[in-house]
Every structure is written in structure tokens, then in C-alpha cells.
């Protein structure tokens, strides 16, 4: 089974303590850098029993070959030193010799040219919200979690039914689906996946372990919002072509995408293991261990005498570069989840994402019973369920608070007097470590608020505060209201050319600003009329006059 072409390593640790035999694996598992294609460590208790942990790369070892291993050791294990396995007729070296093959070779050409003309490289980089707005992902850097997707089994007979009745695949639709709730939390029509592909549907590869997969670039623009019938049928085509178009390298597809085209978001969804892999069907429940399915359950996988169960990592080092995967198995149990970069996304924000999936897919049976799967447009697919549209359009905006009369016919800067003659010694700020109480506060907004009455501030004249947040910036705001005089706020985010037509729309003859925000005031210097520009340092200001 394990050929000339692998390299295959085992361990072997005794331990006292169940305890123990779990920290030995789990150690063994983060911390897997061997060359190996796979390693197995094997714990030996003083009963005699055993505790095996099996890692694999995945950039020699694919899922399918991984569960194939696991069912050939099941077999040798059942059978004892009976059985003898016969020499396998092809050996994956001898595969890796036959995808060198000119004949190969021109056949991946063809395939190339195929997505050369279905992709230009002017389609938009899918761009998901995220939590982490500064995080850049690094390799070998990025962690991930697999949440499970929880599918009603009247669901999944209703899926079957209508991909039955509309002679389509099941994994069409799942695909659909996933691509309308991409397109949603992206905001966009227009955006490429990476569709997961595998060669062991080759006969002459189907009893070998090695590396079968492929990652392939999967097109989909529905910015004219076609109907549910025709997005379905477009999917399942373009499905269809992907599959028979599926052995160009990964690494000549990226090269011609570019890396501004690298898959943010991935498809790994595996069918039935005996009718579409050849595989023995104990292949469908270890690929759902495999892929973190298995979230929750209570019964390990008992192999005669042999309890087999993830051990709470994930048991295969992956390659591909996404931040986002729709994994699952079809058949004979349709289990699907969410594998998601932890670093870049919130595990609420994938909860929400998994009920949403499942609003699509509901949507998708409730179009086709009621006839409608023409008439309702993907682009008018509504994912928030009816409490969430509640809480949106009526809970968020409502807003109305019983403020007493006297409190809403005063202004801002009257109510901070009067909180100063209250709590004088209250804390009204804090910013970066830096505390104002608001008797502090209110002095040092009064010492401002005398000099721009000083220099000549008009009554509700607009005053340009541009400050970045902090002390300074509530004090220069709490000034302004007491001079008389009407707040402009600024965002030192704000292009040059953007202040300065404020400034000039605005008629302002003062500017309060400060050192950091220089270089945006920098057209000043030839400024024709007065204006005079208050600069904050620290806790103190400065005054340059502009002629």
C-alpha cells in the first residue's frame, strides 16, 4: 500500500497514565515538521494496550488517501499475519512519472488554454469582512477551526429530491448556495473559488496513497441576476467543465491568476466514496474525521476491538492558501462545516454565516415547490431570518430615550458645567492612560474658549477642528461651543485637497489643529486670507498667524 514513493515514519513511547498517552500525541501533532508523508506515533500503556496518532501532509498525502491507508491498516489489523497484500500495478512514483508524459503534458496545455479563456485578470479579489483588517496572512502562520454545520436530515432528503427532479447534483447546489452567501457577505457578482478536485477517480490510481488533488479556479459572474433555475443550471455546467478540465497544476494556475488572485475563499465537498472514488465505504465516516465533521459525536468509530477518533487537532498539515472552506461529505450522510482562519474571521461571525447557508438552501426548495425558481432572482435572495430583519430595520433604529426637558433644551457644554458643579472630581475621560476629571476638563476648555473669543471669533462661525482622537479633541470641541462658534470636525484621514476646500468653503479664519497633522496643512503656507491655526503640543498650544 505504502509504495517507494513515500516515505513512512513510526514512533513508538510507553506511558503509565491515559493522561500522558494524550499529551504525548497531542505534542507529536503541533508540533509535526517531519518529511515524512506520514508519521504515526504509537503510546504503549503497562496494560498492553495502545494509543496510535496519525498525522499526514497533505502535500503528499490527500484526504482520500489518508482514509485508504486507514482502511488497509483496519484490514491488516483484522486479519493478523494471515493475509498477504499483493504488489500494487501502479506505484505513485510511477504516477508522478506519468503526468511527465508529453502526451500529458499537451493534455494540461488544452486545459490551461480552457481557463485562460473563461478567466480575465481584471476580476475583482473576493473580499469577505473580517476581524482583523491589518492581518496579512503568512505561510505556514495561519490557524484554523472547523465549525459543523447542522443540517436537518428532512433537509438533506429535500435536497436530494429537487437535484433528483431538476437532474442536477447534489454538490451543485451545495456550491450555489455557497457562492450567493459569498457574494452577500462580499458584496459582490463577480469573484473567483478555488473547487477542489480529485484524480483518484482514475482507476489506475484508486488503490494507491499519494497526492490526487487539485485545486482549480471556478469563475462564476451573476451580476445579471439570473433566476434561481438558470444560476443553478450555470453552476452545474460550469461544475461539470472544472472536473473535466481539472489537471492543470496548481502552481501554472496561480502563475497565470496572479497573486492578487489567490483563493480567499475554497470548495472541498467529497461525494459517495464506493460509487464515485471506488473506495471501501468506510471511506465516507473516516473523511468526515478527517475534515472535523465529526464535531459532537458520541460513539467512536469501532474497527474490531479499535476505537477510532480525532484527537482534537487537525490531523492533516494542508496547502491550500484560503481563509475560508465549505468542506463536506454527500453521501450516504450529507455533512457539511465551515473551516475558517481564526485570525481573520470570529467564530460568531461563521455561526451566523452557517445559518445563512442554511436560509439559502431552504430558499433554493421553498422556489422549486412554489415554481418560482425562475421568477425569484438570486440577487433578491433574503439570508436573515425573520427575527434578524426585525432586529435590523426596528430593534437597531429604535432609539428613542425620555430625556427630562431641562436636560434637552440645554446645550452640550451647559451640561458639562453643571456635571462640574456635581462631581467636580469625577472622572469625565480617559484616553491612552491620560485621566481628565471634569472640573479639569472644563477649565482648560474655558482657557481656550476666552482666547478664540480673544482673537475675534464670530458667533456661530464655523471653526475647523482637525485632531486626531484624544483629550485635546473633546477640549477643542467643548471651546468652540462655549466661544459661540460652530464645529467643523475633521478627520486627519482626509485627503490634503479635501481640507483645504473645506477650509475655503467654510470662510475659516481659525484652524484648530496639531503637529501631527502638518503635512496635511502644508497649502497653508500660500493661504491669501487671515487664518490663524492653533497647534496642539502635548497639553499646551501655539498660535501661527497666516498672511
Same mark, same amino acid.
Given at each position: ?12 513511547? #510507553? ?40 498525522? =499526514? ?99 438533506? #432528503? ?18 450555489? =448556495? ?86 480567499? /475563499? ?118 436573515? =431570518? ?35 458643579? /456635581? ?38 462661525? +464655523? ?15 467643548? /471651546? ?5 462658534? =460652530? ?17 475655503? #468653503? ?12 502638518? +503635512? ?28
Amino acid at each position: 500500500m505504502l509504495n517507494g514513493g513515500l516515505d513512512f515514519s513510526v514512533e513508538s513511547v #510507553d506511558a503509565d497514565k491515559l493522561h500522558d498517552a494524550h499529551l504525548l500525541v497531542s505534542n507529536f501533532v503541533t508540533s509535526y515538521e517531519s518529511t515524512s508523508c506520514i508519521s504515526v506515533k504509537i503510546v504503549r500503556f503497562a496494560d498492553k494496550s495502545d494509543f496510535v496518532g496519525i498525522v =499526514a501532509k497533505r502535500q503528499f498525502v490527500d484526504p482520500l488517501s489518508l482514509c485508504l491507508y486507514v482502511c488497509d491498516v483496519k484490514l491488516l489489523y483484522e486479519s493478523g499475519n494471515d493475509i498477504i497484500m499483493d504488489d500494487l500495478e501502479v506505484e505513485y512514483h510511477q504516477y508522478v512519472q506519468w503526468k511527465d508524459d508529453s502526451v500529458w503534458l499537451e493534455k494540461q496545455s488544452q486545459q490551461l488554454a480552457f481557463f485562460q479563456n473563461q478567466i480575465s485578470l481584471d476580476i475583482p479579489a473576493l473580499e469577505l469582512p473580517k476581524c482583523n483588517s491589518y492581518y496579512t496572512r503568512k505561510n505556514g502562520t495561519a490557524v484554523f477551526e472547523e465549525l459543523c454545520i447542522d443540517i436537518p436530515d428532512s433537509l438533506s #432528503d429535500l435536497l436530494r429530491s429537487v437535484a433528483s427532479d431538476l437532474q442536477i447534483s447534489l454538490k451543485s447546489i451545495i456550491l450555489s =448556495a455557497y457562492m450567493v452567501i459569498l457574494g452577500q457577505y462580499a458584496e459582490s457578482t463577480d469573484f473567483i473559488v478555488g473547487i477542489h478536485c480529485s484524480s483518484q477517480r482514475y482507476v489506475e490510481t484508486k488503490d494507491i496513497v499519494g497526492s490526487f488533488e487539485n485545486w482549480m479556479p471556478f469563475h462564476m459572474d451573476f451580476s445579471d441576476s439570473p433566476g434561481l433555475g438558470t444560476f443553478l443550471a450555470r453552476c452545474e455546467e460550469h461544475l461539470k467543465k472544472i472536473q473535466s478540465n481539472h489537471d492543470v497544476p496548481y502552481s501554472k494556475l496561480k502563475k497565470m491568476l496572479g497573486e492578487s488572485q489567490t483563493f480567499k /475563499a475554497a470548495f472541498e465537498v467529497y461525494g459517495h466514496a464506493v460509487d464515485e472514488y471506488s473506495l471501501p465505504a468506510l471511506t465516507s465516516r473516516l473523511l468526515r474525521m478527517v475534515l472535523g465533521l465529526e464535531e459532537g459525536h458520541s460513539k467512536p468509530l469501532e474497527l474490531s476491538g479499535v476505537s477510532l477518533f480525532p484527537i482534537g487537532h487537525e490531523p492533516m498539515v494542508d496547502w491550500c492558501e484560503d481563509d475560508l472552506r465549505l468542506v463536506g461529505v454527500l453521501s450516504p450522510v450529507l455533512k457539511l462545516g465551515f473551516r475558517y482562519n481564526t485570525e481573520m474571521f470570529e467564530s460568531t461571525m461563521i455561526e451566523r454565516m452557517s445559518v445563512h447557508f442554511i436560509r439559502v438552501l431552504t430558499t433554493f426548495i421553498e422556489a422549486y415547490h412554489h415554481k418560482s425558481n425562475q421568477i425569484i432572482r438570486v440577487l433578491d435572495i433574503n439570508i436573515l =431570518a425573520p427575527d434578524e430583519t426585525e432586529r435590523l430595520l426596528t430593534s437597531f433604529n429604535d432609539n428613542k430615550l425620555d430625556i427630562p426637558e431641562d436636560i434637552r433644551a440645554s446645550c452640550i457644554h451647559h451640561l458639562v458645567e453643571k456635571q462640574v458643579l /456635581a462631581t467636580p472630581d469625577a472622572i469625565a475621560m480617559e484616553y491612552e492612560g491620560t485621566k481628565l476629571t471634569y472640573k479639569q476638563l472644563d477649565e482648560r476648555a474655558n482657557q481656550l474658549a476666552n482666547f478664540l473669543l480673544l482673537i475675534g471669533v464670530q458667533h456661530e462661525s +464655523p471653526i475647523p477642528v482637525l485632531l486626531h482622537r484624544g483629550t485635546n479633541l473633546l477640549i477643542s470641541w467643548l /471651546a468652540v461651543l462655549k466661544a459661540g462658534a =460652530a464645529i467643523m470636525p475633521m478627520d486627519p484621514a482626509f485627503p490634503s485637497e479635501r481640507i483645504k476646500l473645506m477650509v475655503g #468653503d467654510g470662510e475659516s479664519t481659525i484652524l484648530i489643529t496639531e503637529s501631527l497633522c502638518q +503635512p496635511k496643512t502644508s497649502f497653508f503656507d500660500g493661504h491669501t486670507s487671515k487664518l490663524i491655526c492653533i497647534f496642539w503640543n502635548m497639553d499646551s498650544y501655539r498660535v501661527i498667524s497666516c498672511d
